[in-house]
């Protein structure tokens, strides 16, 4: 499938928010607001929660079948299709239950960064501002 910048940078952005908040405890229990610690995270701190997740979901993206999303709409996949991509991907020597973790964990890490993509836009409404 072919992703722009933007709709993979949204969808790698809003995974890594997610998996942060599922990891702390106190966004878990809504005491502090997942933007809050996102914003309070260095850079470097940003990159390698990124660079991790990076690894594991844009291969899986960027491998999904090229299916037809309208304007306004966001490319969905079901959770068979991304399933056969994830497993296209691995490597034939992981040991079987290892295997079944992965594909299980990556599954559902790009299902959760296909819920992020943006809407896709319709290219021919785009309009460039006079300043340009």
Known sequence: ??????????????????????QRKD???GRVDIDTVWDG??????FQLLDRL?????????ALPDVEVRPGDRATYT???????????LDESTG??????????RVALV?????????RSDPDTLTVP???
């Open 1 to 22: 499938m072919r992703f722009t910048e933007h709709e993979l940078t949204a969808a790698l952005t809003g995974t890594a928010k997610g998996v942060l908040g599922r």
């Open 27 to 29: 966004v878990r229990r």
């Open 41 to 46: 995270l260095d850079r470097y701190q940003r």
């Open 54 to 62: 990076g690894s594991e979901i844009l291969p899986v993206l960027v």
């Open 79 to 89: 959770d068979s299709e991304v399933r056969e991509t994830v497993e296209s991907l």
């Open 96 to 105: 079987r239950l290892r295997r079944a973790v992965i594909v299980t964990s």
């Open 111 to 119: 299902q959760e960064a296909l819920g992020h993509l943006p809407p």
């Open 130 to 132: 006079d300043h340009l």
